[in-house]
């Protein structure tokens, strides 16, 4: 697997994992404010969360890698 593969494959797998954890944890707000938008999210730690999707992703490479090193 060459440099630019491995890159590929750990873009790919990130942004299918951020989509998976971006749902965790949301609740929208009882009371919604004048010019939001009715499903905004009231604090999404996106800090965490993409912490948690390099975090995985980063293993799923590894993953990837042993099974795809020629």
Do not use: C, D, Q
Request: net charge positive; hydrophobic share 60%; glycine share 6%.
């Amino acid at each position: 697997m060459s440099f630019m593969t491995g890159l590929l494959l750990y873009v790919v797998i990130w942004v299918v994992i951020l989509f998976m954890v971006l749902p965790w944890g949301v609740h929208v707000p009882e009371k919604i404010e004048k010019g939001h938008a009715s499903s905004a999210p009231e604090n999404p730690h996106m800090g965490i969360k993409l912490l948690v999707t390099s975090l995985i992703s980063a293993l799923l490479w590894v993953v990837a890698y042993l099974v795809l090193r020629p």
